[in-house]
């Protein structure tokens, strides 16, 4: 038995919490210590025992942790985080702005190439696992169409989208796949599809005393860049039934690449997720990678990573032998 | 541009052709010969032009093949050609016979690691993609259960088998899942099921002349390892519909990892293929890992190798660099 790998959180929101449940069901690892920005004596650790410190005690901690999992936001923390952490400890992330992935590999690679460091950035499912069903989808079948459709499942960034819209005391949305769009999709017709024929929105929303729902409903409905483009339903519910029926964070969703091997000849793939909570699944999928950040790094293999630059078999706690014997 | 990998095909049946079509469809590579073990002069490549040889004729050709793909059969072939060829050439095949792999991997890996070679073992899809999903559902989800089904599809083994029955003249068997499994497993409930519960299988018999139709349905029904654990049909059908509706070689299936991040959190992963054409899936696959194979062979990664090896972004054309600003 090897010694177990020594992972850090950085960060205790959600997906941090998502990792301490990862992590205690990873026999080959260990979770050494928890770094928050708050004050660490407010954190509650769901393991027992492991030891809570600022932020700004990792840098006397480099030789203590083998990957450090970083469990902020893409818009604030990782910018800043990621080159940081990058250039003192192995590091996972869930960056995920998909328009700045380039910039941002950029601004860990340098860090993490001067310092002996592998940095794996962008896990997660999408992007993450849909991407590299996307990838290899496409590698398969070079003639052919790719299809990725969200949900059901919780937006948190429409949810935020309508809880700034006057008159909204609270409210989620969900992001619908049509059923019909994805049978199509699935009997390999690869069709031509607008973003409305994909995907609905539906909205529950708690109104604010005195609002009216008519201007709200309309306000969600045309709303640039978030709604206009989609059919949208709003449901108003009261702020009771937003906390006892949508405090789950559930999502998923399909990748289906469609394609030919010959003339007439269909082939599909699909990948699909249906998960209870996003961000366990997004901090399973951290901890399954941080085990191949750990391995890169002992085979010599500094800088920025993405999930497409990680052999499925690094990622799993058995040995190439053992899975060659039982999982081939 | 970089100079097309040159491909050879070694062995030209259902699975050679397939590659050839592969090929075709692949702009960074080559078809540059046919390798048979039938008088070459018989075979008629799909692609203009590519010049066919005898089996012997490869020692002689070792400068100008890249990657050689072995298309012959687990049984026979390929427990021959496999370790013999990787002494020469930088080798893909589908070998599949599961229980045999670990042996057969030894002897590929032994001759290609003294001769600087890459040979990837076992590719297609399943073994192949489903293996993957396999490894990569367990390393995200170790707290689950993993379920593979297949189908519905021709099944090359069972229809051998119903045609070593005394009294059929013809006939071909389909695997097919059973439809309250697969939802039950995709709900997230985890069931035991057993081999019946999982499939059934459907017979199509043409009966030789003056046979006993009872008789040769008891005779498959009751066949061990092959029907008598299954929920068997035999349906008897005429010479003319046996080409008519059963010419074709659909098959797929799903890999289903189903399991908990926390406590009553279910996610659920789903891979599934649907396939008009079994052989011409898994020589898209074997070609997609070929382009892999050449990548790894000139990072001086030699030896034997498995889908568990090769990480995503190489089978696909394009750069990391178009991959992280496109696809992830």
């Known amino acids: 038995m090897t010694s ?8 205790h929101g959600n997906l941090g919490r998502g990792v301490e ?11 050494v210590g928890i770094y928050t920005r708050r004050p660490p004596a407010q954190l509650q650790p769901l393991t027992a025992g492991v ?53 941002y590999f950029a601004a860990v690679d340098a860090p993490a190439r001067a310092n002996h460091k592998t940095a794996l950035i962008s896990a997660g499912w999408d992007p993450g696992m849909f991407s590299i069903n996307r990838v290899i989808g496409e590698a398969l079948l070079p003639e052919g169409a ?7 499942g919780l937006s948190q960034g429409h949810s935020d989208a309508i809880r ?41 929303v708690v109104l604010a005393d005195g609002a009216d729902a008519d201007t709200v409903r309309r306000a969600i409905v045309t709303m640039p860049h978030y ?29 289906i690449r469609s394609g030919s091997t010959s003339a007439g000849t269909t082939q599909v793939i699909e990948y699909g997720l249906k998960l209870d909570s996003n961000p366990e699944f997004t901090s399973a999928v951290l901890v399954a990678y941080a085990r191949a950040v750990h391995r890169l790094h002992g085979q010599g293999q500094y800088g920025a990573k993405t999930v497409f630059d990680v052999a499925p078999g690094l990622l799993s706690p058995h040995s190439a032998e053992q899975l060659r014997a039982e999982q081939l």
Chains 1, 2 share one sequence.
């Not at 990792?58 to 990058?86: F, N």
């Not at 790719?146 to 059901?152: A, L, P």
């Not at 059923?179 to 973003?195: D, F, I, K, M």
């Open 4 to 11: 177990p790998i020594r992972i850090a959180i950085a960060g």
């Open 21 to 31: 449940a990862a992590v205690a069901r990873s026999p080959d690892m260990q979770l």
């Open 51 to 103: 030891p809570v410190h600022g932020m700004d005690a990792l840098a006397g901690h480099t030789g203590q942790i083998d990957v450090l999992i970083l469990c902020g936001g893409s818009k604030q923390d990782l910018p800043e985080q990621g080159p940081q952490l990058a250039a003192l400890f192995n590091t996972v992330d869930s960056f995920d702005t998909h328009a700045r992935i380039p910039e």
């Open 146 to 152: 790719t299809y990725t459709f969200w949900g059901k």
């Open 164 to 204: 700034r819209v006057p008159g909204v005391a609270g409210g989620v949305q969900y992001t619908v796949p049509v059923p019909a769009a994805v049978e199509q999709v699935r009997s390999g017709t690869r069709p031509q599809l607008t973003t409305r024929q994909k995907h609905t929105r539906e909205c529950f």
């Open 227 to 255: 709604f206009d483009e989609y059919d949208t339903t709003v449901t108003f519910i009261s702020a009771d039934e937003l906390r006892r029926d949508h405090g789950a964070m559930p999502h998923g969703g399909f990748v």
